[in-house]
């Protein structure tokens, strides 16, 4: 029987942090409509460019 890897973070976790960033952004003045985001942000500004 195949077991699953360790979830190291939750999933609230993972909320939690990215509420905290995205706070830290607005903060920093970085405010959406002052950004030039890439087009994919727009539906999905959290998404990970590696």
């Keep these: 029987m195949k077991h699953e890897p360790v979830i190291m973070y939750s999933r609230e ?3 939690h942090e990215r509420r905290k960033a ?3 952004g607005y903060a ?3 405010k959406d409509q002052e950004c ?3 087009p994919h942000t727009t539906e999905n500004p959290y998404l990970e460019t590696k």
Excluded: N, S, V
């Design 13 to 15: 976790w993972l909320e």
């Design 22 to 24: 995205w706070q830290e």
């Design 28 to 30: 920093a003045g970085w």
């Design 36 to 38: 030039d985001f890439p």
